[in-house]
């Protein structure tokens, strides 16, 4: 029997060298362990953060605490969210979030594709110098700025935030979406041109979708730091506060079951616009990372 | 990702219009909105409505449960907004420079108001109309911050106490009151307590937001040299700090994370701490039978206790003038300062009689409050007056004091020397007279001996 099975086995098998292939099966179990671990490193707080948030505040008490959803309870986050000028808090913060990033792509969208494009003097100084407003602390830039804006009646409104998260925005902006452009092909564009495209038609139908995945990723760095800023927020404003501004001071003050209320609140809106914003990120790594 | 390049040849097209529907969508909403952003602190109630900032009752619930208490006892709309200390120094700062205030009432502690004083109106005349209602003399000194006319008008006030969960008692050393501690006392029992427990159940607000350099200031050097400040590195302060380490000993050691004590008491991690009273009104809250509150400990010069003052002021060129002015003398009105009591846990500033009905928890501070104000030897302290912006220097001092002798095992009298210098330095720079418990002497400048 058992010289049959032998005789019945290709003479050609034995010869495969099944190393690499065992290699590459060892390596993609790797790498999912790897993107496992690495997804876990992102998820776990915010599970535990989501868990905390819901649970009772009694049972914050306990310990050792329970990893499990046993004592679901939306109390504390209720109250949270009953409490004055969140909702109104939410509602600024999504409107200067939006209105940053529209401002920013507007200024630093041509900027960035100037900056890929052109030649001219100073370029590289020039570069070096959009970091400038990076370096300098929100303090020292928000204290003036208030007094500036209470002298033109923009203080206490949106739309000072909106100029000063701009500022904060553009350097990234600006040097993302450089880096983006010189992604994309010159012959793409000059073909266009040469069927006829104008130089804006040009940009528009055929850089631009292009460019799209790259623009994605710069307008979530743009939405994150707007979400996060606190400091700019809460030196402008005085009655109509973004949301960390209106909530940060309170709840590094409370009580642990609001602080994960808070946390949670304040997590959720920035996770839904990265899984918005994600669809034309995934491209990215295709368009501009090569 | 093999696929990608026809799925995205498919897609660009929806995906551009999807983008352009974003831009539009993102364009309308600040934009088409008439509003410049939503309000968030009540105040666009309507005119008239009174804009208070404030640096107190910062927590979602206190702050809550005071709009309440506002709402009820004025009758005048108040918008309610408190703000960090920093912020609230630099909103004032910027809006008096740029000569366009947008509030009506600034409310803050006495050391967060004494560096504003140049922006505030002077509040003599309400004070006078409002001398029926019985504000310490100590207190109405205060609010001149260094001056000769009042700056603000006291609003309210706190202390601190010692917090007892009651299964700490089976500790107490024999001889020992725990309504009338000793620091002597105090510390036997704390190692009792952690022989008896096989862990440490003191605890202490060293957090890096906890108040513990409070309880230096005003409590443990009060206590043992008499002094705050000019007493600061005499054999005294030496004794006091070698105190305090062996009381750090005989502590939890993971107090450098509390910040208010009332969580790790409700937790039970700690059964019997020090802290401000609104930072312990949590713990006895579900069950204030099981608590007790007592006085800070006395220790050879007096018990040393602080209190911490509150004041409402009017920024100079302020919004609703007469309006902000009818809310500070409702919320000097005895029914205000109950019901602050009885929501936030800070004390009346009024002469007025405590009610009987008061929460479990209030009712055992008010008890312990009035006991360690009452006591015989209690020694008043203050906190740093008229150091301004530096106040939080003075206050690391201390700090450092602690985190030298206490954590880092350092040599008490070295420390308390070098730490002397830089208290030194910053006090030769503000020149100003020292405040209680040390010798008060008006032009005379206030340092270390």
Known sequence: MTTTRIVDTPPARPAVDEAPLKRQRRNRALLQAACILISLFMLVPIYLISLAALSTRESLNEFPLSLLPTNLSFETLRAFLGSTGIIGAFGN??????????????????????????????????????????????????????????????????????????ALALPTTILISASVFLSVPIDVEEAARVFGCTPAGAFLKVVLPMALPGLAAASIFTFVMSW??????????????????????????????????????????????????????????????? | MKNAPPFL???SVSRRSALLGGLGAALSVPFLSSCAGFDTSGA??????????????????????????????????????????????????????????????????????????????????????????GFTQEVLDLTKVGGTTSKYVPW??????????????????????????TYEGFLEWAQAAKQGAGRPVFGMPAGPKGLHHRFYQGFLLPSFTGGQITTFRNSDAVMAWEYMKDLW??????????????????????????????????????????????????GPKGRGYMLIVAGVALPK????????????????????????????????????????????????????????????????????????????????????????ICLNGSAVQPTLDDQAKQLNTILQELKVPCWAPDPVSAGEKCEVA
């Not at chain 1, 209105?99 to 001219?120: C, E, Q």
């Not at chain 2, 009651?166 to 501690?181: C, Q, R, T």
């Not at chain 2, 008010?366 to 150091?387: D, H, Y």
Request: contains cysteine; proline residues 6%.
């Open chain 1, 93 to 166: 913060s999504l409107i200067v979030g939006l209105g940053t990033l529209l401002i920013s792509a507007l200024i630093g969208v041509p900027a960035g594709y100037a900056l890929a494009r052109f030649a001219f003097p100073a370029k590289e100084p020039y570069q070096l110098f959009l970091l400038f407003t990076r370096a300098l602390p929100i303090v020292v830039l928000s204290v003036p700025l208030a007094r500036l804006f209470l002298t033109v009646d923009l203080y206490d409104t949106t739309y000072a935030v909106i100029l000063l998260h701009t």
């Open chain 2, 249 to 298: 000993d005989a502590t939890a050691p993971a107090s450098t994370n509390f910040d208010a004590m009332q969580e790790p008491l409700a937790r039970g991690e700690v059964l019997v701490a020090w802290d401000h009273v609104a930072r312990l009104v949590g713990a006895p809250a579900d069950n204030p039978d099981e608590w007790l509150m007592v006085p800070a400990p006395r």
């Open chain 2, 44 to 133: 666009a109630a309507g005119k008239g409505t009174v804009g208070f900032l404030s640096t107190q009752f910062t927590p979602v619930e206190e702050k809550q449960r005071y709009e309440d208490v506002l709402r009820k006892t004025l009758n005048v709309p108040v918008a309610y907004n408190s703000v960090d200390p920093g912020v609230f120094t630099s909103t004032v700062q910027t809006q008096t420079e740029a000569g366009s205030v947008r509030t009506a009432l600034l409310g803050g502690l006495h050391g967060e108001l004494a560096p504003l004083a140049d922006s505030l109106e002077d509040v003599d005349q309400i004070l006078r109309d409002l001398s029926g209602s």
């Open chain 2, 9 to 11: 040849s498919q897609r």
């Open chain 2, 317 to 404: 060129n302020g919004l609703e003038r007469e309006r902000a002015e009818q809310a500070i003398r409702g919320l000097a009105e005895p029914t205000t300062q109950i019901e602050t009591l009885r929501s936030n846990a800070f004390f009346p500033v009024v002469q007025t009689e405590l009610p009987t009905d008061l929460a479990g928890a209030i009712a055992l501070e008010a008890a312990a409050v009035r006991l360690q104000q009452r006591s015989a030897g209690a020694l008043l302290a203050l906190p740093p007056v008229g150091l301004g912006p530096k106040e939080g220097e003075v206050s690391q001092i201390f700090k450092n004091c602690f985190q030298e």
């Open chain 2, 156 to 181: 309210m006030q706190a202390t601190y106490v010692v917090a007892v969960n009651k299964k700490a008692l089976e500790w107490l050393p024999g001889g020992v009151d725990v309504n009338d501690l």
């Open chain 1, 228 to 290: 996060n800023e606190v400091l700019g927020a809460s030196i402008l404003t005085l009655d109509h506060r973004t949301l960390p501004a209106q909530v940060l001071t309170s709840l590094s003050d409370s009580p642990l079951a609001y602080r994960f209320a808070g946390g949670f609140a304040l997590v959720i809106p920035s996770i839904i616009f990265i899984a918005f914003m994600r669809r034309y990120l995934t491209n990215m790594w295709g368009s501009t990372i090569r």
